[in-house]
């Protein structure tokens, strides 16, 4: 498709276990974002990738939050030992880099039991 | 660091009425600002955008106005219609830090009634 494609659109998981995301960018984009989406912290910033560069993984909350993108395109991103406060909708964005606009997927709603 | 914040919610009018919604702005350098806007059980789009002082974005109706002076990004809409509501959110990049990723607001709700 010609979006920013996510999946999957839900994910319900028990606390203490791993999980895993994907995000699929519109194809040429060689920036890719992940946010997070929760009723108490709003919209925050988690991690960025810019082609081959180091990733700027400043916003990930704690070291159980890990982000891999495959071959300029794909990313994965991983929560291990999920907590309760992981509870949220998790947001892929791409762009052609710089400040040009970012485009959202309609993102994964994880649950934690 | 870059800080976004916007009006409280939520807003409620009834149609034809006049929109604001403010927001306001924190960053060091020249931001790139943006209004993106999430409807009813979908994802993020981007509204408008504007990438330096003076400059006006504009979309459907809406537009918003880059002002350096007063680091606002106010959105306005002459006459709303059912059709937007939804929840709509202020954003900045860049700047002197250079950072790309979005810094968000809170987002206002908007209602708005036939």
């Known amino acids: 498709g010609a979006g920013v494609s996510q999946s999957p659109s839900n994910k319900v998981t028990e606390k203490g276990k791993d999980v895993e995301l994907r995000c699929d960018p519109i194809s040429g984009h060689t920036a890719l974002y992940w946010y997070r989406q929760s009723l108490g912290q709003g919209l925050e910033f988690l991690i960025y990738?810019?082609?081959?560069?180091?990733?700027?993984k400043s916003g990930l909350p704690s070291d159980r939050f890990s982000a891999e993108r495959t071959g300029g395109s794909v990313s994965t991103l991983t929560i291990q030992r999920t907590q309760q406060e992981d509870s949220a909708v998790y947001l892929c964005?791409?762009?052609?880099?710089?400040?040009?606009?970012?485009?959202f997927g309609d993102g994964t709603r994880l649950s934690i039991l | 660091g870059n800080s976004v914040t916007q009006m409280e919610g939520p807003v409620t009018l009834s149609e034809e009425a006049f929109l604001t919604i403010n927001c306001t702005y924190t960053a060091t350098g020249y931001p790139s600002l943006f209004w993106y806007v999430q409807y009813p059980g979908e994802g993020l789009q981007l509204l408008l955008k504007?990438?330096?002082?003076?400059d006006k974005g504009s979309n459907k109706g809406f537009e918003a106005t880059y002002r350096k002076e007063t680091t606002s990004f106010h959105l306005e809409k002459g006459s709303v219609q059912v059709s937007d509501s939804a929840v709509y959110f202020c954003?900045?990049?860049?700047?002197?830090?250079?950072?790309?990723?979005?810094?968000f607001g809170s987002g206002t709700q908007l209602t708005v009634l036939p």
């Open positions: 954003a900045l990049s860049g700047g002197r830090s250079s950072a790309r990723q979005l810094t």
């Open positions: 504007a990438t330096k002082a003076d």
């Open positions: 990738f810019q082609g081959n560069s180091a990733p700027d």
């Open positions: 964005a791409s762009s052609l880099g710089g400040d040009q606009p970012q485009h």
